[in-house]
C-alpha cells in the first residue's frame, strides 16, 4: 500500500510494535515515507477498540479503509 502512495496507516494488534519483526516493519514504512502508529489492541475486546479509534480520530486523517486479518489457529489431532 505503501508503495502504491498510501502515507498515513494505523495497525492494531495485540502487541503493537513491541515484537522485532512489527518494529522493523513500522521502522521500514516509515523509512518509506509513510506516517505508521501500531497501537496494542485485541480487536475482540469492543470497548479497548473503540478507545483505539477514538485516540485515531483525534490525532489522524479520517480513515478511509481497513483490513482485517485477525484468526485463531488451533491443532487438532484426530485420533482414528
Given at each position: 500500500?505503501?508503495?502504491?502512495?498510501a502515507?498515513n496507516l494505523?495497525?492494531?494488534s495485540?502487541?503493537?510494535?513491541?515484537?522485532?519483526?512489527?518494529?522493523?516493519?513500522?521502522?521500514?514504512?516509515?523509512?518509506?515515507g509513510?506516517?505508521i502508529h501500531?497501537?496494542?489492541?485485541?480487536?475482540?475486546?469492543?470497548?479497548?477498540l473503540?478507545?483505539?479509534?477514538?485516540?485515531?480520530?483525534?490525532?489522524h486523517?479520517?480513515i478511509?479503509?481497513?483490513?482485517?486479518?485477525?484468526?485463531v489457529?488451533?491443532?487438532?489431532?484426530d485420533?482414528?
Open positions: 500500500m505503501v508503495d502504491r502512495g502515507r494505523i495497525f492494531l495485540r502487541s503493537g510494535a513491541s515484537k522485532p519483526e512489527a518494529a522493523k516493519l513500522v521502522k521500514e514504512l516509515s523509512d518509506d509513510a506516517n501500531a497501537f496494542a489492541c485485541d480487536v475482540s475486546d469492543e470497548s479497548h473503540k478507545e483505539v479509534l477514538r485516540k485515531c480520530a483525534e490525532s486523517p479520517p478511509r479503509g481497513a483490513i482485517q486479518g485477525a484468526m489457529l488451533q491443532v487438532r489431532t485420533s482414528g
